[in-house]
């Protein structure tokens, strides 16, 4: 009994011998398989800025050409604070984003000869971002110029100049989405190379003028007390007679084309749509006659014009189309808007809609004694 303990325990110890010899013999191996793993993650670039101070890229390449190791990468690497301008070019125009960013406060955009226009958040933060930081997950190949129609690169879809603080320059240009989305085609600098890139961060390249303007028609009443109009002028080409509103107590009565007591609901969905406006998308800025013709606003479909104890408002709307979508746009201003037509109420009212369904004002306090009879 007691040999056989003894040759369990020699078997034993054979096994974990055993076991560590072949962690010895294998043990470095695996690490050298996992540092070659994770370097081929990692495509082989250098990056540099030339003489003029652009910075550039190129891909290590063999002899006959081919990428020498392929993987994810980093172009450029900026925080967009550290920016000072962005050039951006495709096909909505071009535009200038002006950056800002005093020491210890938030970043201020602004857009070149467009200082005066409130810009909307977000979409300057999404351009600055991505030209900031460019990344890639691998070397898609390279533009020979008889393939460029291949990745889009015969008409790019933008191009973006930026200019970071420190006085250097990067190009980043745009082409085609990669099917399978599997990124968009990219180049940078003047290489030939050819990136693929995350499709939702080059989506910000194609923003233009219009994306940046900010989607606010006008204010909102401060307080209760200006919340009111103390009248409303409603005319245009979808009116053959002027309508006109005043306050009568808690609700409105009109003036003209009559004077009479105007219906509850449609009077409020009116003076709810005049202050306050946020609109769907931006059409034109500082519009010329010939847009603001296309627009349907030379001669306005429907005009509004409200006197509030703090203000005057005053709105023109073009007819709505199919999808009940209106062209908007501030009287004298200098950016045309779309809006549902729903929000605006004005549009589409008319005199028949503003008929009271009161023959009588309800007005319950002026009531001194009612009498009611049955039979006898």
Do not use: C
Request: glycine fraction near 8%; charged fraction near 20%.
């Amino acid at each position: 009994m007691k040999n056989k303990k003894v040759l369990f325990a020699v078997i034993a110890a054979a096994v974990v011998l055993v076991g560590i010899m072949l962690l010895l013999i294998f043990l470095p191996k695996g690490e050298k398989k996992d540092e070659e793993a994770a370097s081929v993650d990692e495509a082989q670039i250098s990056v540099s800025t030339d003489s003029k101070g652009y910075h550039q890229a190129a891909v290590q390449r063999n002899s006959s050409g081919e990428v020498e190791q392929n993987g994810s990468g980093k172009l450029i690497e900026y925080y967009p604070a550290q920016i000072s301008q962005i050039h951006l070019e495709n096909k909505k125009g071009t535009v200038d984003v002006l950056s800002n960013t005093p020491e210890g406060q938030a970043t201020v955009y602004t857009v070149k000869g467009y200082e005066k226009f409130n810009l909307q958040g977000g979409i300057p933060d999404q351009i600055a971002s991505a030209a900031a930081a460019v990344s890639f997950s691998q070397v898609a190949g390279k533009d020979d110029g008889k393939n460029s129609a291949d990745y889009g690169f015969d008409a790019p879809r933008a191009v973006a100049t930026v200019t970071y603080i420190d006085n250097t320059k990067a190009v980043i240009t745009v082409g085609n989405n990669a099917p399978q989305e599997a990124g968009t085609y990219v180049k940078f600098g003047d290489g030939e190379d050819i990136y693929l890139a995350d499709e939702e961060t080059m989506a910000a390249f194609d923003f233009g003028l219009t994306d940046l303007i900010s989607l606010t028609i006008n204010d909102a009443a401060s307080d209760t007390e200006t919340s009111q109009p103390k009248s409303v002028e409603i005319n245009g080409a979808n009116f053959s007679e002027t309508i006109e509103l005043v306050p009568n107590n808690s609700s409105y009565k009109m003036t003209a084309p009559s004077e009479r007591y105007a219906n509850e609901k449609e009077s409020s969905l009116i003076t709810g749509g005049i202050r306050g406006l946020f609109a769907d998308s931006v059409v034109y800025v500082n519009p010329s006659e010939e847009q603001l013709s296309s627009a349907g606003l030379s001669e306005p479909y429907a005009h509004v014009k409200a006197e509030y104890s703090d203000a005057t408002v005053e709105l023109i709307a073009s007819k709505p189309d199919g999808e009940g979508t209106v062209n908007l746009m501030v009287s004298g201003g200098n950016v045309v808007y779309t809006i549902k037509a729903e929000k605006v109420s004005w549009v589409n009212t008319s005199y028949e809609k503003l008929i009271s369904e009161y023959a009588l004002n309800p007005k319950m306090t002026a009531l001194s004694n009612m009498t009611v009879t049955y039979g006898g």
